[in-house]
């Protein structure tokens, strides 16, 4: 076992690594999440239309800049350790490696309008970081796929069933 998959591996994590919030500073591309309605044909009386039966959430993809050490590819290399023990290939328990993310848009003041919170989110990928000769003095890029359970935005009062409590 190795510390990255320990039990509230996450959070420590984010205390050492996201010092007053430099991750989310480094991040300067990102698409808010969308969701779509998944369909099914039904036909009664009359003509066959769509009628929706569950919903789909697609993963968000972040990209962040690359300091000089990285550290918002190594944030991210160790919240996927705590998912799966790289020496073993174990998978730890939901709760132990999930995490609420918040997206928000900005006024001009830097004030939330718009405020999407992905619930119970985690990294599937981290992508990698080409090096090259001809880009020898600019910025690297480091995109960070995250898989989540559902998102609700700030003015949807709807209260999120089943979430883990953290």
Not at 121 to 142: E, I, K, N, R
Request: proline share 4%; aromatic share 12%.
């Amino acid at each position: 076992m190795n510390n990255e998959s320990s039990n509230n591996a996450i959070r420590g994590n984010d205390q050492t690594l996201n010092k007053d919030g430099a991750i989310n500073i480094a991040c300067h591309n990102l698409v808010m999440p969308g969701r779509t309605l998944m369909l099914a044909d039904h036909k009664q009386i009359g003509g066959p239309y769509r009628i929706p039966y569950s919903q789909t959430y697609d993963p968000v993809t972040f990209t962040f800049y690359g300091d000089r050490n990285l550290n918002a590819r190594r944030y991210f290399d160790i919240w996927q350790t705590a998912v799966i023990n790289i020496n073993d290939n174990s998978i730890n328990f939901w709760n132990e490696y999930t995490a609420d993310i918040e997206i928000a848009q900005l006024d001009k003041k830097g004030e939330k309008t718009y405020v999407v919170t992905l619930y119970e989110a985690y990294p599937f990928a981290v992508g990698d970081v080409p090096y090259a000769y001809a880009s020898t003095h600019q910025v690297q890029d480091v995109s960070v796929s995250i898989q989540y359970r559902i998102w609700r935005a700030n003015h949807d009062t709807t209260t999120i069933l089943g979430a883990v409590k953290k």
